[in-house]
T-cell receptor, first 113, second 115 residues
Framework: NAGVTQTPKFRVLKTGQSMTLLCAQD?????MYWYRQDPGMGLRLIHY???????AKGEVPDGYNVSRLKKQNFLLGLESAAPSQTSVYFC????????????FGPGTRLLVL | AQKVTQAQTEISVVEKEDVTLDCVYETRDTTYYLFWYKQPPSGELVFLIRRNSFDEQNEISGRYSWNFQKSTSSFNFTITASQVVDSAVYFCALGRGTSYGKLTFGQGTILTVHP
């Protein structure tokens, strides 16, 4: 099992460009999450999904969109990147919460110039 | 509102020393879950432990031990006989017992173990 994988590992964008981050999990988890990690702030939830075809806003959703067309994939989109979106993005998945642990991908480092 | 505070921003120890990482949480939920994650220099987040609010038993796993005290809303993590490989950022996180499983993370503690 690969667990949770993220593509790409690193990306540089110019302000205003768009991109999509891909998260894939092979653990048959229902729930998936996107977090961003910024220095001194821990991880903050951007969006999450409770199952295929569903998405919901987390703590810091502005400037991001998500889609969950397949159970194993969770996409995070930036339509018009801004320097404030420079961060490390982590995807996680879990079985039905709240009892279950979230398992994280390796992260995507994004730099917006 | 949920809140997790890791008051120690950075800790530096010499190998073989014991070190305790503090975690204090705030929640109004009666059922909740506490977690510790490790983030080594390679950047991934590694799950270490989960503790349910209704189980106050302390846990030991090798050189790692966790002390959960509801009375003081703390969930501290101790590494005994630290090693250089323990150098990492450690995050404490709080999960709600009644919703979709959102985790509230502390700011993290950077642990450096010197040889």
């Amino acid at each position: 099992n690969a667990g949770v994988t993220q593509t790409p590992k690193f990306r540089v964008l110019k302000t205003g460009q768009s991109m999509t981050l891909l998260c894939a999990q092979d653990m048959n988890h229902e729930y998936m999450y996107w977090y961003r990690q910024d220095p001194g702030m821990g991880l903050r939830l951007i969006h999450y999904s409770v199952g295929e075809g569903t998405t919901a806003k987390g703590e810091v959703p502005d400037g991001y969109n998500v889609s969950r067309l397949k159970k194993q994939n969770f996409l995070l989109g930036l339509e018009s990147a801004a320097p404030s979106q420079t961060s490390v993005y982590f995807c996680a998945s879990s079985l039905d919460p709240p009892q279950e642990t979230q398992y994280f991908g390796p992260g995507t480092r994004l730099l917006v110039l | 509102a949920q809140k997790v505070t890791q008051a120690q921003t950075e800790i530096s120890v010499v190998e073989k020393e014991d070190v305790t990482l503090d975690c204090v949480y705030e929640t109004r939920d009666t059922t909740y879950y506490l977690f510790w994650y490790k983030q080594p220099p390679s950047g991934e987040l590694v799950f270490l432990i989960r503790r349910n609010s209704f189980d106050e038993q302390n846990e030991i796993s090798g050189r790692y031990s966790w002390n959960f005290q509801k009375s003081t809303s703390s969930f501290n993590f101790t590494i005994t006989a630290s090693q250089v490989v323990d150098s990492a950022v450690y995050f404490c996180a709080l999960g709600r017992g009644t919703s979709y499983g959102k985790l509230t993370f502390g700011q993290g503690t950077i642990l450096t173990v010197h040889p």
